[in-house]
């Protein structure tokens, strides 16, 4: 099963780390220490609105407890259970719900619900209005992504391979599409996402796969990573961050591999550039941008994939994947800074601090608010002012 893999695939890592730190000199150990930050003239401000805090987050389970925004409403959830609605605009509570169990994914909204799940592999939909449970329904295996809500369906990712398609309505399952797993595989999976009736979806083999959301039908299926290497954990190739769907294109980007841009209706690869990321990407202002694994921000022409430019100043700071939010770029680290780079230089224009805790969790743009929530639970809304 996938989470043997991904048991073995950690203590591989963590033998190899003591190998490689057993072996290092003083300096080498150095420079495996996150950069120190320095002083910036800054141009913005991330003026927080307001925050609250949700609970805290586990870590050490790489839980993405993504929340989710609809009806006016932001919802989001904490690792023991408690999901809890708050107003979009002042942060008031409009509800909370305490399932009392632990919550192993996100929070997907839509269609009037509010879409979790457990360690256990319960998908867990509650009323959007009140947070009141409306079904709950067991799938195979743990889901620690996202569940896409929309198109009459909600979709999940589990790790064992299976994407699943539940009735919006009452629960049950409709589709279910499954892939076979590689021998190694990261800690996480892609949460799939619902766009004009197509699920999009990363898969940990290093494909893309659209499928028909009333059905369950592949479309297309398309490779963004080959593996490379002849020991297994050389050949880890795993889309972990959701696909972004822009107009006619989809991007996606893999773990040692690549990021690229299909079409949407065929899958077919029109560029592709070597990359490392454990994120989603973000599109904005003509550019793809990327927070690789060891802490460099890239950007990629939209249309070709050429190198715009390529950011170095915060290596090893456990980046977040990039927020495209009022035409800057938002990166979060793991001491919970949010860093505002420009989009078209990539150079560092400002910076603010919502937590002491981890920034690694997606953060969200509806609007004219940027959602940042950190791993100790402090979710902050955030607005973008230039200073004068």
Known sequence: MKSLTRAIYGAVALVMALVVAACASNEEKEDTDPVELVDISASVQLREVWSANIGDIDSKLYAMLTPGIGSGMIVATNSDGDVTALDRNSGKRRWRTELDVPISGGVGVGQGLAVVSDYRGRVIALN????????SHQVSAEVVSTPAVGAGVVVVQTVDGKLIGLDGDSGSERWSHSTVLPVLTLRGTAAPVISAGIVFAGLDNGKVIALDAADGIARWEQRVAIPQGAAELERVVDIDGAPVVRGDLVFAASYQGRVAALSRDEGRGLWARDASTYHSVAVGGGNVYLSDAGG?????????????????????????????????VVVGDLEGYLHVLDPATGAIIGRERIDGDRIRI???VDGDLLFALSDGGELAALRLERIQ
Do not use: C, H, K
């Open 362 to 364: 997606p953060m969200l």
């Open 128 to 135: 959007l209005d009140d947070g009141s449970e409306r079904w």
């Open 296 to 328: 460099s921000v890239y950007a990629y022409d939209v249309g070709s994939g050429q190198i715009q430019w390529n950011n170095g100043d915060l290596l090893r700071r456990e980046l977040s994947g990039p927020a495209y939010f009022a035409n800057s």
